[in-house]
């Protein structure tokens, strides 16, 4: 999803122009609601497929069967939250043993961005470097299904994936259309088993996705539609998902949240929420929703004065009331993030406070993220926000 636009701050409250132009894009087959993981099958057996590939985590490789495929896949069940390149690294050795003509993601975003990630590298001999960035990766040998079992990242409907440098523990991003899945199935019976806590950060992160897109810079009508929606389920429905475990209408309407918040990806982007809370995870291993959740009453507090008409419109969407300033704003946000049961403190997940100069310090590289941002936010600005939430 690429976006090509006349400069603007398109973040602000002026009238936004339709004239701008936008590419949306999504998988061409979507398979949303309860019971919809059935018609994998039905679409495996109409094209020609003999080796599968599934690649998940530990908890969904022990349920593959769900997947309903009338083969034996070959499953690489060892996903871990925020993967690193040895986690990739490990699935390309066994995806070039397999030889897929389909990859599956079947788990969260870690999942679907490895899936993503195999899919234009299987048969090749190329390495992370060589396709990172806009626009690298080769066309697809393979097919490739998404089939999601959380609530938050919208991968399986974008064409972006994340891993972490060993090395350098900074996020490499890759992004192309020969990443787009073939047919994404949300079911959200499959968030049945997601934990409360997980439940709550994942569906922050989907709400994180939208509100940042609405914000931008490069915030376009035909993608508002989706940014505003996703932030009026989250507001509506998450707190119930987190509660009520089997509330399946809850659940539906935080699946649909996420996949708006994927259709936001592409064409607009996340902004500063997102750059600051990238170093929660490569640095301490915090996962990426709760250091979304721990990052985002504080940015869109600060990003209110540059972009008032559109924070208003989220403070109500999300039932804020009347949070008309921006320590209210903060306020209800950091409160709304309690009450999913998540610890709003940095030190409560472990970062130490002498780390949070050289945390800004990386933050402020991720320029891909930051120049979207609706108000300029300098390393300052930014360790002033870890100190905040610390």
């Given at each position: ?297 504080h940015t869109l507090s600060f990003n209110a004065p ?85």
């Open positions: 999803m690429l976006i090509d636009m006349a400069d603007r701050g398109a973040g602000s409250d002026p009238d936004v122009r339709l004239d701008l132009r936008v590419s949306l894009i999504c998988p061409p087959v979507v398979e949303f609601g309860a019971g919809s993981i059935a018609r994998l099958a039905t679409w495996v057996a109409s094209i020609d497929v003999r080796r599968i590939l599934v690649v998940a985590d530990a908890f969904n490789a022990a349920r593959v069967d769900m997947l309903g495929l009338a083969c034996e896949p070959v499953v690489f069940g060892q996903v871990r939250a925020e993967p690193e390149t040895n986690d990739l690294d490990a699935l390309l050795v066994m995806a070039r043993l397999a030889k897929p003509d389909l990859i599956v993601g079947f788990g969260g975003g870690s999942a679907m961005d490895l899936a993503k990630l195999a899919s234009v590298m299987v048969g090749t001999e190329l390495r992370l470097p060589d396709i990172a960035g806009l626009g690298r990766a080769p066309p697809r040998k393979v097919q490739l299904a998404q089939v999601p079992t959380t609530a938050g990242t919208g991968s399986e409907a974008g064409i972006r994936a994340l891993v972490t440098d060993g090395e350098t523990r900074s996020k490499v991003a890759v992004e192309s259309i020969n990443m787009l899945a073939d047919i994404a199935i949300i079911d959200p019976e499959l968030t049945r088993t997601v934990p409360a806590h997980i439940m709550a950060a994942t569906g922050v992160d989907a709400l994180a996705h939208c509100v940042e897109a609405f914000t931008s810079k490069r915030a376009h009508p035909l993608i508002d539609l989706y940014a505003l929606e996703g932030i009026r389920l989250g507001g509506r429905y998450l707190a119930r998902a987190v509660q009520h475990v089997d509330d399946l209408e809850a659940r539906a309407a935080m699946s649909a949240a996420s996949f708006y918040g994927g259709l936001c990806l592409g064409p607009v982007n996340t902004t500063a929420g997102h750059a600051l809370a990238y170093p929660l995870g490569t640095r301490w291993g915090i996962p990426h929703g709760i250091a979304n959740a721990l990052i985002f009453p540059a972009a008032s008409g559109r924070t208003a419109a989220i403070a109500a969407a999300l039932g804020f009331g009347n949070a008309n300033t921006q320590t209210g704003l903060f306020d209800a946000a950091h409160q709304f993030g309690v009450s999913l049961g998540i610890d709003m403190r940095l030190s409560a997940h472990g970062v130490e406070r002498g780390d949070l100069p050289a945390m800004a310090d990386s933050a402020i590289t991720i320029r891909r993220l930051l120049d979207n941002n609706p108000r300029d936010i300098s390393r300052d600005d930014i360790l002033r926000i870890y100190e905040a939430a610390f």
